[in-house]
């Protein structure tokens, strides 16, 4: 059974029209995770949230937002998607964060296209 | 910041030959983990080494680390068509943040 869903697998959206990107768990952890991945690079972490902590990373565009309404559900969206947001988009939870010897779930992504 | 490396960047071989690569990391770590991803997909946690221990065994996978050397292997032994995939590394307590991965291929 998927522990970490994300939907939808494949989004289209147009060139400056704000997309959201949701992901759900059914593992309860507290840690939630989302990665922006371009073909052949690095999945790139771009927020978590710890329980309802968020933590954006430095090098975040401001363009990207994230919301977590209960431990179930995470969000992002992106409020103007450029050409540039073609990605794979990850979604991954943990149970505590990395100072835990714990690993990391992922969900199957979405593939986001930007026209 | 990038913490783990991965190396080569890509690698080929036929199946049932054994597939090594590494994973090499700038400071201390509480545990190092070993990913797989296929075309496409999310990553597959494969296994986590704590920094206490030297060698771990998962089926046919093996994992070293030297915390010396700050450095890991993980070596994939009978290599199968379905083991074609990127392996990344991360290291706590270092955040889930990963290298550009080892691309295998495995040739049937």
């Known amino acids: 059974d998927a522990m970490v869903i994300q939907n939808p697998r494949y989004q289209v959206t147009q060139f400056g029209k704000p997309v959201t990107l949701s992901c759900s768990q059914t593992?309860?952890?507290?840690?939630m995770y989302w990665y922006q991945q371009k073909s052949s690079q690095a999945p790139k972490l771009l927020f978590h949230y710890y329980d309802k902590d968020f933590n954006n990373e430095a090098d975040t565009p401001d363009n990207f937002q994230s919301r977590r309404p209960n431990t179930s559900f995470c969000f992002l969206d992106i409020r103007s998607p450029g050409l540039g947001d073609a990605a794979m988009y990850l979604c991954?939870?943990?149970?505590?964060?990395?100072?835990?010897?714990?690993?990391?779930?992922f969900g199957q992504g979405t593939r986001l296209t930007v026209v | 910041s990038q913490q783990g490396e991965e190396d080569p960047q890509a690698l080929s071989i036929q199946e049932g030959e054994n597939a090594t690569m590494n994973c090499s990391y700038k400071?201390?770590?509480?545990?190092l983990q070993w990913y797989r991803q296929n075309s496409g997909r999310g990553l597959v946690h494969l296994i986590l080494?704590?920094?206490?221990?030297r060698e771990k065994h998962s089926g046919r996978l093996r994992v070293t680390l030297d915390t010396s050397k700050k450095s890991s292997s993980l070596l994939i032994t009978a290599s199968r068509a379905a083991d074609t995939a990127s392996y990344f590394c991360?290291?706590?307590?270092?955040?889930?943040?990963f290298g550009t991965g080892t691309r295998l291929k495995v040739l049937a």
């Open positions: 593992l309860n952890h507290n840690v």
């Open positions: 400071t201390s770590i509480n545990n």
């Open positions: 991954a939870t943990s149970r505590d964060d990395w100072t835990v010897n714990t690993e990391a779930f």
């Open positions: 991360a290291t706590a307590p270092h955040k889930y943040i």
């Open positions: 080494i704590r920094s206490n221990e």
